[in-house]
């Protein structure tokens, strides 16, 4: 057999280097030579020394097979012991290909599924010998197995798998009574300082939407408000005036558009506008602000009519089918539902202490609902599953093992439908003293050729003092995706949303070259990755370090159906199965969000995508998931963001019983990682520092529910003078809790922290993967008593 002699030396060394630097108490060895019966195979697999590894390997081939996933291997139960932590080891070759499949690993106990996995970790598919590592924790059981599969088809082979107690995790812990040092005299500095300018002084007249026949005890005022706004257009007004009131606002699809206005300001005096419109026009808004520049918006609210249809609602289990196909829920905001016909989006699980998304041990039911409720009483209804829904499995073995009569969900009847405010193509805009109260879909939107933004004591929440209203936007509270940045956030309150905070990205692409100068793009969504003749695409290899080209958009031609895009280019595209591709047409970069406070939301606080960031004094608390998530990556069929990020600062900020599920890796307050192929493969780890000169200090930590902070695919990061204490029991304990855990990382300083001694937290100070971690410094850690 012949052998990549670089490939195999390289994997004997890093064989001698474990063998000697680390004692292991166990290992199970699986090479494929010994016949022991310590696994299962699939039937597309088979032992053999032709395409092997090393004298015998397992070999899968699913290139006739049928399927999107095809288990392969499995390691029978008993393997691993509960309660411990293993380093898993393996080698595979990637023999042939395509580039939409891979294979795959997970952890997870066979007789649960897919809700039991502890670690999902798609390996790339460069062709040659590789050889994967990762570590685990086993909890309190014995039926978690090594498992497996072909994502679609290809032949690849594995060899060599160690399954080993302990690894290459280091502990570096804080001491009592340690003295501060030195700290680094030139840390990253965060994004210059910018500003918002406001509108000139013009001659223009100044209206009032009154005159145009807007009045408070009209049913519906959409179209005087239409009527207003294009007056201001068209007599180049200064500003619009909205009487103080409540006014109702309903269109079948059309938005009300402020256009091609510039020094420009709409003052609400106060004002709300409650808008409703029909299920149609998937992510249309309510409030369309375009081609404005120099403009500001004071002193208004917009909210939707809750009295036709309520965007989600608190209800309790009062049933469920004991083959788990249906689940009986009873309205607790209504005697009577308002709107019989609404939609069952999902059911987020919630704390019956704070009835707030989000609380250890949790899980939320989604993505396998039929549409249709069936009412069994006027505020009771029976909601089911739809067999043809791709998480159908998932959702029965909720129903049938974890969901009990008694408990409390929040069930949003809508997603991404529309949305509350859409800022495009505009320039020097300010909100202030605004709020949005609710929206079917996200709250403030913006894209386009849009940059400087200012958010001035913004409030995207429930309006104070509002009953019966347990969200307020059903997706994003903010969402900013390919723009040009510049965004202001001071002195906000966002929060019970149904998703992420904050979320600033532009969106990747990916696909093949077809020939010298030719691409295609696959799972491509021009309404999610809008391109142009003329557009620098930089490519990307598939682990999202540079390919070493820049290219020119010449031509395209995009079929919707296919979701595919033809794209010739300016010059020869780099070789490569798989090319990531950030268009560099936008950037949302350099972002100042501070004084402000994010909260009690499903999902992250922020998710920072992009290059120049502040965070400074801000609060955090309860987000479902990590308080700020920094991410980059692409999947094969779901979402594809990022561009990486550089020169980011977190100073200031409290971090209050965050991340309350346990969400992510070692569950983290601040997550950093990539994701390829898959988004819901969070050990897919890049070694090229795509995220670098990150700066993470004087905040305070309060009540951890998993790490501070995971560090990976980086360069450049400092840990300073923050403060970490207050941690409560948990369920499940978590031997990293309250650490810095970091891998393929280089250069990171962890300085001058102080945490308060707990019992909850058995290692204070940095947790690495020795063989991934270049250049530390951890000094001037120290443990208080109280």
């Known amino acids: 057999m012949k052998h990549d002699s670089r490939l195999l030396l390289l994997r004997s060394l890093i ?115 590789k050889t994967r590592k990762f570590t685990v924790r086993i909890p309190d059981n014995t039926s978690y197995s090594l498992i497996f599969f072909m ?46 300018d406001a509108p000139l002084k013009k001659n223009g007249p100044v209206l009032s939407a009154a005159d145009f026949g807007a009045d408070p ?248 003092g509002a009953s019966n209203r347990c969200i307020s936007t059903t997706a994003d509270h903010f969402h900013a995706n390919n723009s040009q940045g510049y965004l202001l956030f001071d002195g906000c309150d966002f929060g019970f949303g149904g998703d992420d905070c904050i979320n600033i990205h532009d969106n990747n692409f990916y696909g093949t070259r077809t020939g010298e100068r030719s691409f295609l793009g696959k799972h491509f969504r021009m309404w999610a990755t809008p391109i142009h003749e003329g557009d620098t695409i930089e490519f990307r290899n598939e682990d999202l370090s540079p390919a070493g080209v820049q290219a020119v958009i010449r031509s395209f031609s995009y079929d919707a159906k296919k979701e595919e895009c033809s794209i010739e280019f300016d010059r020869p595209v780099p070789d490569g199965k798989l090319l990531v591709c950030f268009n560099r047409r936008y950037g949302s970069h350099n972002y100042i969000i501070r004084n402000s406070y994010f909260h009690d939301n499903r999902a992250a606080g922020f998710r920072l995508q992009a290059d120049n960031g502040l965070a400074e004094n801000n609060r955090f608390y309860h987000n479902q998931m990590p308080a700020i998530r920094i991410e980059t990556g692409y999947s094969l069929t779901s979402w594809c963001e990022g561009y990486g990020l550089t020169n980011l600062v977190i100073r200031g900020n409290t971090f209050d019983s965050c991340n309350t599920v346990g969400n992510e890796e070692h569950g983290p307050v601040i997550h950093m990682s990539v994701f390829r192929k898959d988004t819901s493969s969070p050990d897919n780890k890049s070694p090229y520092p795509i995220f670098s000169d990150l700066l993470v200090e004087s905040n305070r930590f309060i009540n951890a529910a998993g790490t501070l902070m995971t560090v990976s695919s980086a360069g450049n990061v400092t840990i300073r003078n923050n403060k970490i204490y207050g941690e409560q029991a948990r369920m499940q304990t978590n031997a990293k809790r309250s650490a810095v855990y970091a891998s393929y990382t280089t250069n990171i300083s962890v300085i001058n922290n102080v945490w308060q001694a707990s019992p909850y937290v058995p290692a204070p100070g940095l947790i690495y993967e020795s063989d991934t971690i270049y250049g530390i410094r951890f000094d001037g850690n120290t443990v208080k008593q109280d």
Not at 59 to 83: E, H, M, Y
Not at 101 to 124: A, E, M, Q
Not at 328 to 355: G, N, V
């Open 151 to 196: 994502h679609k088809k290809g032949l690849v082979s594995i060899d060599n798998i160690r399954i080993v107690e302990g690894g290459f995790v280091v502990k570096r812990t804080a001491k009592p009574d340690t003295q501060k040092v030195q700290e680094d005299a030139m840390p990253p500095q965060g994004p210059k300082m910018f500003s918002i």
């Open 15 to 129: 064989i001698v280097f474990i063998a000697v630097s680390i004692a292991w108490s166990a290992t199970n060895i699986i090479d494929f030579d010994n016949g022991n019966n310590e696994y299962t195979t699939g039937s597309i697999a088979s032992i053999s020394g032709g395409n092997a590894i090393e004298g015998s390997s397992l070999v899968a081939d699913t290139r006739n097979a049928a399927g999107t996933w095809i288990q392969f291997f499995a390691s029978k139960p008993g393997l691993f012991k509960p309660n411990t932590e293993y380093t898993v080891i393996f080698d595979y070759k990637n023999i042939d290909l395509p580039p939409d499949s891979y294979l795959h690993c997970v952890i997870r106990d066979p007789s649960i599924g897919d809700s039991s996995t502890l670690k999902s970790i798609n390996l790339p598919d460069d062709t040659g010998l």
């Open 217 to 464: 005890a009209n049913p519906n005022n959409f179209e005087a408000f239409q009527r207003a706004a294009a007056a201001c257009r068209e007599r180049n007004a200064a500003s619009l005036v909205i009487p103080k009131g409540r006014y109702y606002l309903e269109s079948m699809e059309d938005t009300l558009q402020f256009a091609n206005l510039s020094n420009f300001t709409l003052d609400g005096q106060g004002s709300e506008l409650i808008f409703f419109r029909p299920r149609l026009k998937w992510g249309w808004p309510f409030f369309y602000i375009t081609n404005c520049h120099r403009a500001q918006f004071l002193n208004i609210a917009i909210d939707w009519n809750w009295e036709k249809m309520p965007l989600a609602s608190v209800v309790t289990v009062t049933a469920t089918g004991s083959n788990g196909d249906y689940i009986d829920c009873r309205f607790t905001e209504h005697e009577r539902f308002p709107a019989p016909d609404a939609m069952p989006r999902d059911l987020q699980a919630l704390d019956p202490k704070t009835m707030t998304v989000g609380f250890e041990g949790s899980s939320d039911i989604s993505e396998c609902f039929q549409e249709k409720m069936e009412w069994l009483s006027p505020n009771t209804a029976r909601v089911r599953l739809d067999p043809k829904s791709k998480s159908y499995g998932y959702g029965r073995f909720l129903l049938q093992k974890k969901v009990v009569p008694g408990m409390y969900f929040r069930m949003r009847h809508f997603n991404y439908d529309m949305g509350g405010l859409r800022i495009y193509d505009s320039t020097q805009i300010t909100l202030s003293n605004a709020a949005v109260y609710s929206s079917p879909g996200m709250g403030i939107f913006i894209s386009g050729d849009t940059h400087h933004i200012a958010f001035k004591n913004v409030r995207i929440a429930p309006k104070p």
